[in-house]
T-cell receptor, first 112, second 111 residues
Framework: QQQVKQSPQSLIVQKGGISIINCAYE??????FPWYQQFPGKGPALLIA?????SEKKEGRFTISFNKSAKQFSLHIMDSQPGDSATYFC???????????FGKGTHLIIQP | DAGVIQSPRHEVTEMGQEVTLRCKPI?????LFWYRQTMMRGLELLIY????????DSGMPEDRFSAKMPNASFSTLKIQPSEPRDSAVYFC?????????FGSGTRLTVV
């Protein structure tokens, strides 16, 4: 599987602040880039996803920014809330050929 | 829909024993994936099926691991014999088009 590199490994943000998590990929055949949120004892849940034909996608407080030439994408969480405290995973896939390749995850803590 | 259903939620077994993990995908989803999650290696794809046919098992760590999908509503992941290093959380996910849905996982502990 091709790598997806995710940073930072952990992140502490004050309530109301902006949380930013970054990912980089290698395989130019990837055509689907989702972000997953995982709470302890639960499976990953889809948060938001983007295809490479757009540079940004916004859903509520969550935004994906995508830079195809740099092979990078990021998740921005605006007005971060304590309930956003979780582990976030970026992932990438070539939908026609394989499953998701995940980054190593970011443990996000939102301090009240 | 009840989502992807995995059983058991927790499994503790002794080294050398056979372990079988079960998954019921979402009805109508045509892809099924098995993932393993550990602190060291993160989420790793083990194997996936399309329309009940195994497509890629290159992520299966050893011959001790095997997976089957006898019909569209059921899949198993078997480890025989189990070893302590197999201890992890195993997730099943199903997919239709772009949307992957994960189960709650089976936490396996091999002692």
């Amino acid at each position: 599987q091709q790598q997806v590199k995710q940073s930072p490994q952990s992140l502490i943000v004050q309530k109301g602040g902006i949380s930013i998590i970054n990912c980089a990929y290698e395989n130019t055949a990837f055509d689907y880039f989702p972000w997953y949120q995982q709470f302890p004892g639960k499976g990953p849940a889809l948060l938001i996803a983007i295809r490479p034909d757009v540079s940004e996608k916004k859903e509520g407080r969550f935004t994906i920014s995508f830079n195809k030439s740099a092979k990078q994408f990021s998740l921005h969480i605006m007005d971060s809330q304590p309930g956003d405290s979780a582990t976030y995973f970026c992932a990438a896939s070539n939908l026609g050929a394989d499953g998701l390749t995940f980054g190593k995850g970011t443990h996000l803590i939102i301090q009240p | 829909d009840a989502g992807v259903i995995q059983s058991p939620r927790h499994e503790v077994t002794e080294m050398g024993q056979e372990v079988t993990l079960r998954c019921k995908p979402i009805s109508g989803h045509d892809y099924l994936f098995w993932y393993r999650q550990t602190m060291m290696r993160g989420l790793e794809l083990l194997i996936y099926f399309n329309n009940n046919v195994p497509i890629d098992d290159s992520g299966m760590p050893e011959d001790r691991f095997s997976a089957k999908m006898p019909n569209a509503s059921f899949s198993t992941l078997k480890i025989q014999p189990s070893e302590p290093r197999d201890s992890a959380v195993y997730f099943c996910a199903s997919r239709l088009y772009y949307g992957y849905t994960f189960g709650s996982g089976t936490r396996l502990t091999v002692v």
